[in-house]
C-alpha cells in the first residue's frame, strides 16, 4: 500500500473557487456553509443523537428503533437494529394518498427514443404484480435473486418486487460474461434470475437471455428454480420448459396489491459485486435501513431535491449508483426521474443535451468518462455540441465514479452549466451505499477538480500507514473514523476478507480503508482524491481488479505461461488496462502478435465482460522479477506510460527484460 508517483503529481494548485449564487443559498435545504457547519456540530455533539433524529424523519418504520447503533461486535457495525421497515414502502406506499401518488416517478426513455411515463401509483401496482409472481413461485424473504437486466423500467421494478417481499438482490451489468454470472449466482447461492430476451444498445440488439442460459450450463447453478425473461424486444429467445416464464406468463392472473413483508433493519437489501485487490470479486452486502435512509437524505442534501425538479442520473442499475441514484433515492425521495436505456452517442453525440431538453431536466448527474467522451464529440461535430440544445432548466450537474480534471469540470460548468449550475463532485464507492463527500449545491463554494468536503455525519480523514493524523497539504490514505448508516455490512460469505480489506489490523482495526489515496487543500481543508493505493483499475468509471483481469489471462493455460495487467493515463477513459504477457511460445512479432493478442482480448471479454478488455498487450520472454521472484509493478507502470524507467533497477533479477517490454508493437 502505497501513494503512488502518479498520484502525487496529480496535487496540482487549483485557484479557481466558485461560490453559490445568493439565491441558491436561500433556497437550498442545506443554506449556506453555516447551515453546513450547523448539521456537523450536530453530529459532532451527539453522534447518536443526530443519526437517530434522521433516521425517524426520512425513514418510514413499521416497528421503531430503539438503539441507533451496536459497535459491540465491530467492525460489523449495526444500525437501528432492532427496528423494521421495507424499501419498497418506503420508495412507492408511502407516496400513496399524497399529492406525489399521480406524479410521473419514471420518464423513460428507450434507445430509439419511444418515451414513457409512470406515475407513483402505477409503478406501486407494477411492482406489487411483479412481487405476487416472484411469490406464487415460492421466492421468498431471505432468497437471493440475480438480476441481469438492460436499462428499463422493468429493471427497477424487478429489484423493487424483490425488496418488496424480502428477497435481496444482486444485480449484474448487462455486460458482464456468462462465467462472471455463474460464479455470481454460486457464490449468492441465486434461487431466481430475472433477465431480458435481448437489450437495446445503440440501435443493437444485444443477447442477455442466451448469456444466462450459458451461464447456467457452466455448471453449480442448481439453486436457481425460476427464470424471468422480459421480452424487450419480439425476438423469440431460447426457453427451458419448467425453469422458464416470460413476464407475461409470469404476472398473468396476479393482483396488483401485494403487502409489503417488513424486515429488520440490518436485513440485506441486496449484494452488489465490485472488484477488490485478489482476483475474486466481492459481494458487497447492504442493510435496508441504514442504506434507504441515506439513499433519501443524500437526494435532499446532495441535490436539494425540490418537488418539480427532473433528476437524471445516467448509471446502470448494474453499478451501485443506477441502485441508490436510479432504484431507490430518486423514489424515496419522491422525485421524477428520468431512465435512459441506451448511450450517450447514439443515434448521435447530442443526445444527452437533447433528452435534456425534450424532458426539462433540472438534476443532470453522470461521469467524467462521459463528459470527455462528448466534449470531443462536440469538438469535433458543432451540431452535437450542448449549445445546440436548450439547457436552462438545468439547476444542478454531478459528477460520480472518477476524478474530474479541472479542463473537463470547466467545460461542463460552462457549456452544460451556463456558469449557474453548481456542479456537485461526489466522491464515493460502492461500499459506502451513498455520497461522501461532495460539495453541496447551495452551501459549498466549488473548487474544479476536488470533491472539497464529506457531508454531514461522514467523519473523513486522512492518515499515514499506520493510521495516524497527517496535515493538510500532504497526500495520504483516505479512511473514515465512525462508522455511518449506509456502509458495507459484510462481503457476502467472507467476513474475515471484509475486516481485513476495510478495517487493517496495521492501522488499528477502527477506520475504514477506502482504498483511494487523497490530499488537503492547505487553505479550506478541501479533499482532493489522488487515485487508489491498491491493486484496482478505474476505467471509465467502472471498477476493474488487475488481479482478476491477470487470473483471467493465465486462465487461457494453452498460450499464457504469466501476466501482470496494471493501469496507464488515458484522457479518455480515465485509465486504460494494460497487460504484460509472457507466452509458452516463442515471442510473437508483426500480424501474429496481433492475431494473438485479440485473441487474448477476446478471451478476457468472455471471462469477464468486454468491459476488462486490455487496450495494451505487450509480449515479453518474462516479467521484470526481484531476485526473490516478485514483479516489479512500478517499473511496468512506468512501461506502460511510455516514460523511460528512472526507479532503482538493481534489484532487478532481468533487467534486459525492460528493452524488451518497452517496446509497444
Ligand atoms: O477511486 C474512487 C473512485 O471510484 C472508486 C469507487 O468505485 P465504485 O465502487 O465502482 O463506485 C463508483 C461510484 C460511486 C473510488 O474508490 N471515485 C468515485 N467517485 C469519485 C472517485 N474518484 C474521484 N472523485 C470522485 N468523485
Redesign the pocket.
Known sequence: MSTSTSAMESLLVENRVFPPSEAMVKAARVSGMDGYNALCAEAEKDFEGFWARLARENVVWNKPFTRTLDESNAPFYQWFDDGELNASANCLDKHIGTPTENKVAVIFEADDGTVTKTTYKELLARVSQFANALKADGVKKGDRVLVYMPMTLEGVIAMQACARIGATHSVVFGGFSAKALQERIIDAGAVAVITSNYQMRGGKELPLKAIVDEGLGMGGCDTIKTVYVYQRTQTACNMVAGRDKTFDEALAGKSTECAPVPVGAEHPLFILY??GSTGKPKG?QHSTGGYLLWAKLTMDWTFDLKPEDVFWCT?DIG???GHTYVAYGPLAAGATQIIFEGIPTFPNAGRFWQMIERHKCSIFYTA?TAIRSLIKAAEGDAAVHPDRSDLSSLRILG??????NPEAWMWYYKNVGHEKCPIV????????GGHM??PLPGATPLVPGS?TLPLPGIMAAIVDEVGNDIPNGTGGILVVKRPWPSMIRTIWNDPERFKKSYFPEEMGGKLYL???GAVRSADRGYFR?T??IDD?L?VS???MGTMEIESALVSKTDLVAEAAVVGRPDDLTGEAICAFVVLKRPMPKGDEAKAIAKELRDWVAKEIGPIAKPKDIRFGENLPKTRSGKIMRRLLRSLAKGEAVTQDTSTLENPAILDQLGQAY
Open positions: 465490485t472488484s458487497v448509471a453499478w451501485i449508483t467524467p459528477s460520480v465514479g472518477e476524478p474530474i463532485d461526489t466522491f464515493w464507492q460502492t461500499e459506502t463527500m461532495t470533491c477506502a482504498g483511494d482524491i487515485g487508489r484496482v478505474n468509471g467502472h471498477r
